[in-house]
């Protein structure tokens, strides 16, 4: 059923599916759909959302209300709902809308946002005000992708080739064929095993690996990194499951961090499994931290506080605020490869890495050099006293589990 949110019927229906909710004992959820666009010259978010209740309405239930909240906000009142299915309602609605603007180049330039929570008020104005509250929680976090260029869906020297791997990627997901490589991170000197990072694979159409750097960039662009950044933690969770002593790392971007999905989600998990604190390993790139201070703080001190180390990848890449190492949130930075590389031909390099070493060392916080090919470049390595390494020349990433 689909109600106009501006209509007389509104207010009361809300009122009437919590009147059920509390009558039936069943619990109820709602999932905000919002639209924006990247150029404000191609506004094509009409055209989207006159076909956005078919595509709705084929993913619910017959139970389910559709509402249509404002010209770019949907809203979705799941009936008896679990978390497993409001998980799995957002999913597939993320999914069709990806499909959708795909297949049509107009709605290339179309940002979504598809946000789901639990109903818990018990009156029909603190329900509404609990339903604006997410949508401009939506309309904040596109408005940041806006600002951070992450999101549109094509660029004009990348247009082809996001078209060729959007497909491939929205399907991997779909059929499972996302799975995780890991590359071990050792101690310069014993070089006993510090932890593994989580690298993201697929398997294309015909059956090759595709390395997430062929990928990756993409999802950024279009925003299906949420997708793929919510799938990288329940693969990494399942492994910390399974085995109570190795310790794995896994990236989250900044697009992922600005929804309360993927780290409601990890909280649920670590609450519910206090073995895993100390052993998932977060890692921000640099180049994708948050560019509001405040924010990036919060989320990194709800990190810290469920028990998961957090590192800062590729440091020396991007702009990385010192006041982030100060914050005593973070247990380890990543030396990004292009400054590991050639140590010996380049001595800014060296420069550059001890000066590294000076700003972290007075906070405790340990070094990783990340891209370590060769032997002679471990060893300058160790003189300079980084703490740990990664590279080729540690070991190549692999999807066998060494640890078992």
């Not at 940002?111 to 109903?119: A, D, E, I, K, P």
């Not at 299906?224 to 109570?244: S, V």
């Not at 100060?326 to 990543?334: A, E, I």
Request: glycine share 4%; charged share 20%; hydrophobic share 40%.
């Amino acid at each position: 059923m689909m109600i106009n949110a501006l209509s007389s019927t509104f207010s009361a229906s809300i009122d009437d599916v919590l009147k059920y909710a509390a009558r039936f004992h069943k619990q109820q959820a709602f999932i905000v759909v919002v639209l924006d666009h990247v150029n404000e010259q191609q506004n094509h978010i009409e055209d989207l959302a006159s076909q956005l209740y078919p595509i709705l309405k084929r993913n619910v239930r017959a139970t389910d209300m559709i509402i249509r909240f404002s010209q770019d906000s949907w809203v979705i009142c799941l009936d008896d709902c679990t978390e497993r299915l409001l998980q799995w309602t957002q999913y597939v609605i993320e999914s069709m809308l990806y499909r959708r603007k795909l297949k049509a180049s107009k709605f290339s330039g179309v940002l979504t946002s598809v946000r789901g929570t639990f109903l818990k008020e018990n009156n029909a104005a603190k329900a509404i005000k609990a339903i604006e509250h997410e949508i401009e929680c939506s309309k904040n976090i596109l408005h940041k992708h806006k600002v951070m260029h992450k999101t549109a869906i094509a660029f004009p020297d990348s247009s082809n080739k996001l078209m060729e791997t959007m497909p491939l990627i929205n399907q991997g997901i779909i059929e499972n064929r996302l799975f995780l490589a890991f590359q071990p991170i050792v101690d310069t000197h014993s070089r006993q095993l510090y932890y593994y990072e989580c690298l993201a694979r697929l398997v294309d159409d015909q059956g090759q690996i595709v390395p997430a750097a062929h990928f990756i960039p993409q999802c950024e662009r279009s925003g299906l990194i949420q997708l793929i950044d919510q799938k990288i933690q329940q693969l990494a969770l399942e492994e910390l499951m399974n085995d109570r002593h190795v310790r794995l790392a896994i990236n989250v971007s900044a697009i992922t961090a600005c929804e309360s999905r993927w780290l409601d989600t990890l909280k649920a998990q670590m609450r519910a499994r206090p073995d895993l604190q100390g052993r998932l390993i977060v890692e921000l790139t640099e180049t994708s931290v948050f560019q509001n201070m405040n924010e990036s703080i919060e989320f990194m001190t709800q990190l810290h506080d469920l028990g998961c180390p957090i590192s800062i990848d590729d440091f020396g890449a991007g702009y990385m605020s010192l006041l982030h190492l100060k914050s005593d949130l973070v247990q380890t930075v990543k030396i990004d490869a292009q400054f590991v590389k050639d140590l010996k031909a380049d001595s800014n390099n060296i420069h550059f890495i001890r000066a590294i070493m000076a700003l972290t060392q007075p906070y405790g916080i340990k070094c990783v050099a990340e891209g370590v090919e060769d032997a002679p470049t471990a060893q300058a390595l160790a003189q300079e006293n980084v703490e740990y390494l990664q590279g080729y020349h540690i070991g190549k990433p692999s999807h066998f589990r060494s640890w078992i």
